[in-house]
């Protein structure tokens, strides 16, 4: 078989044709999307280049049940989203063998702790490299002067060691390429074949004719340098996803159940579903997101904020999957399956980051897409034009040679989704997790931020200081359309009120203004004042909540609510950046103002329904920060948006960027962030474009030899590399910059 993504477990071969026939099993190992469609993910070894990405996509676009295919390089596998109404399961992975890739199916569940990848690629390294170091021996006696029938001899003994290393060395490249030729397709790896195969024939043939000079050193050393780039390639790739890797390995691999008898039992990561009692031991980490039973906890969160200070966890709060347990023994309540926790969104936050369609990566797959022909017409061009003007057709097919080789547009390839996952990794360790890259390309766009009160720019923790009621029935009755809200000014009554109203007729939120319940022909409802009809006799700076029975005030209930700590020193940081900040909100007018002037933002505006939170970040390139049910749609028609991990569902559903903990100064480390990324996304384009506008006019020259070619080519694939991964230094560089930046800012604030 051959070998697995790392990290990662194939169920089945394949091209053996066991369970890739059978429909029914294929479509128990996929994962069912919200939308009702089913997921599946292939390992695709032998996808290496932008070419790749586009043969396989391509190929399993055609089929009418396929919604969307995504292929990770980074990860050699295709995530593919699919109808099941629409075709039979079976027919994907064929799809992608038509396209000339071997394929097998993955089971995510599983994971293995090598990297078979990176094994094979060393061993071939290795090989090539004992025989070319052997065969450069030979060719410098040869080369200083050995008489003819030595000169003879050191070629065979040459051949006899090239041949074999090519061979087996040269099989990673051969193997993709033949694939691909096979079914009419072409990838990077066709010239390289075509170039090693070339020069290893003329070597042989210079042998059996007693020639002057054979080339079987070029050819191994050609094969050296092509797998040490290609090999280097892979492990800084895996090194930019590192924060991602690490992370998974520490995800348990299961828990222990504790059943409605008492008893206790091992229950694997995957079967554990929501509704479950857990135990934690001390020093353990949460499997999945739980809600925590008992006095509470502290937990450790380092991995996943950043930050290395305890992290208190009430009974009743969430507990995010990852966490360490710093305290005794622990009772929790699954919330999440395995597939919809924390981590699981995490990794698929990267994926998308990673796979994304941003503006350059479409422009370099686009130029990808035309290389094949246009480099082989060129190749074929020069070894023409050599051999016909200069007569020189030994010549000519070096020149062919070095041209097939340097042209390979690997640099191209990777300019852009290498930035996207180190920048993804580097947000990661800072607590914030992104959907895609062209979230990221619009966040280095954004030319003002935009902030909702209630949860965001406060801690979204308000508690009641006055109250009126006209009635005991009152309380209750507020209590129990609370406890249908996710508003944190809801959340704070409903936990204030132990005693709900129970209703006879429907209870239904309507986002931005408040809870309507029936009760018979009565309706009850709580909100602001204007949705409840009421006319407040004077303004206050506190947030202000009024039930009504029938249009008649039945209670008023105040909240007081703490800004973030950070909420200062931020604002100040975004207009360092030249970011202008506006506040919108739908709380009362002079609860926002009052927020507004504790903060410095300088444009404030209160009283929002959602309609007109939209139309306000509809403005020029808009950062939109918020976290409720009333901010989705201004998230989702914000030009980029950002929500806490404290957000509900479909608020973090909405946003493009989620950041965990408490820190505001991921708004401002988001767009510094994303402004560094895209400038090297357009380092990355100029070298890789530069590269080649200076390495094939040299080759078609005849300046260039097949050996140096391949150090070229390689050489320039480990530049756009290493390029973005200067985004890890000096995004820690920056970092400290900030803090000390904020620090300032916080002494000068106090």
């Not at 790392?6 to 190992?29: K, M, N, Q, R």
């Not at 299961?254 to 008492?262: K, Y």
């Amino acid at each position: 078989m051959t070998c697995c993504v790392p990290g990662e477990h194939a169920i089945v071969d394949a091209e053996a044709g066991s369970i890739e026939s059978d429909s029914a099993a294929l479509f128990s190992l996929s994962r069912r999307l919200g939308d009702g469609t089913r997921q599946l993910e292939f390992a695709v070894p032998d996808a290496h280049c932008a070419a790749c990405i586009r043969s396989i996509e391509t190929g399993l676009a055609a089929l009418p049940m396929v919604k969307s295919a995504r292929v990770n390089l980074t990860r050699r596998r295709v995530r593919v989203v699919f109808d099941p109404d629409k075709g039979e399961t079976a027919e994907l992975a064929p799809a992608i063998r038509a396209s000339g890739y071997h394929t097998y199916v993955l089971d995510p569940s599983q994971d293995d702790s090598g990297d078979p990848v990176l094994a094979e690629l060393v061993k071939a390294l290795g090989v090539a490299g004992f025989a070319a170091g052997n065969i450069m021996l030979f060719s410098v006696s040869v080369w200083s002067g050995a008489d003819e029938a030595t000169r003879d001899l050191f070629h065979w003994i040459s051949a006899i060691i090239a041949l074999p290393a090519v061979a087996y060395s040269g099989r990673l490249f051969f193997r993709s390429a033949w694939r691909a030729v096979r079914v009419g397709k072409t990838n990077m790896d066709v010239p390289v074949s075509i170039g090693v195969i070339l020069a290893t024939a003329l070597s042989l043939f210079e042998t059996f004719r007693s020639g002057e000079h054979a080339y079987f050193d070029a050819s191994t050393t050609l094969l050296f340098f092509l797998l040490a780039g290609r090999t280097l390639d892979h492990m800084m790739r895996e090194r930019a996803r590192s924060a991602i890797t690490n992370l998974a390995r520490l995800q348990p691999r299961g828990a222990t159940r504790i059943l409605d008898d008492g008893k206790r039992e091992y229950v694997p990561l995957d079967e554990l579903t929501p509704g479950m009692r857990i135990e934690l031991k001390a020093g353990e980490r949460v499997p999945v997101d739980s809600t925590v039973l008992g006095a509470g906890a502290v937990f450790d969160y380092s991995i996943i904020t950043g930050e290395s200070a305890p992290h208190a966890i009430a009974d009743g709060e969430v507990a995010v999957a990852g966490a360490a347990n710093l305290g005794g023994l622990l009772e929790l309540r699954v919330e999440k399956a395995s597939t919809d926790s924390f981590l699981a969104r995490m990794a698929g936050m990267i994926d998308a980051a990673e796979n994304a369609k941003t503006k350059p990566r479409r422009i370099a797959d686009r130029v990808a897409a035309i290389y094949a022909p246009v480099v082989h017409t060129v190749a074929f061009t020069t070894f023409m034009a050599w051999g016909l003007l200069a007569g020189d057709w030994h010549g000519a097919l070096l020149n062919a040679v070095a041209v097939l080789i340097i042209t390979c547009p690997c640099a191209l390839a990777l300019a852009v989704p290498i930035v996207h996952v180190v920048t993804a990794g580097r947000l990661f360790e800072r607590g914030i997790l992104m959907k895609d890259g062209a979230a990221l390309e619009r966040a280095a766009e954004a030319d003002r931020v935009a902030f909702d009160k209630t949860g965001t720019l406060t801690l979204g923790r308000p508690r009641v200081v006055e109250q009126r009621l006209e009635s005991p029935t009152a309380g209750r009755v507020a209590a129990a359309l609370a406890a249908a809200s996710t508003h944190p000014l809801s959340r704070a009554l409903a936990e204030s009120m132990p005693m709900p109203y129970r209703f006879e007729g429907p209870v239904r939120e309507v986002p931005g203004l408040g809870v309507e319940g029936v009760d018979g022909t009565t309706v009850w409802r709580l909100g602001s004042a204007a949705w409840c009809g009421v006319t407040p006799e004077q303004a206050s700076p506190l947030s202000e909540v009024w039930l009504t029975r029938d249009g008649k005030v039945e209670a008023l209930y105040r909240f007081d609510d703490q800004l973030r700590s950070d909420a200062p020193t931020t604002i100040a940081t975004l207009r360092q950046m030249h970011l202008p900040v506006a506040l919108l909100s739908g709380d009362r007018p002079a609860a926002v103002a009052a927020a507004a002037t504790a903060t410095g933002i300088t444009e404030a505006q209160g009283g929002l329904l959602p309609e007109q939170k939209v139309a306000a970040v509809s403005v020029g390139h808009t950062m939109m920060v918020g976290d409720g049910i009333n901010d989705a749609p201004a998230l989702r028609a914000a030009y980029v948006s950002m929500a806490p991990t404290s957000a509900a569902d479909i608020g973090r559903n909405a946003a493009d960027f989620v950041f965990t903990g408490t820190d505001l100064g991921a708004v401002p480390f988001v767009i510094a962030t994303a402004r560094r990324a895209a400038a090297i996304v357009r380092e990355n384009l100029v070298i890789a474009i530069g590269y080649n506008a200076i390495a094939v006019p040299l080759a078609v020259m005849g300046q260039v030899t097949p050996l140096i070619a391949s150090v070229a080519m390689s050489s320039s694939s480990l530049i756009v590399v290493a390029n973005a991964m200067r985004l890890r230094l000096k995004g820690r560089q920056k970092a400290a910059q900030v803090e000390t930046a904020n620090h300032e800012l916080t002494e000068q604030h106090a």
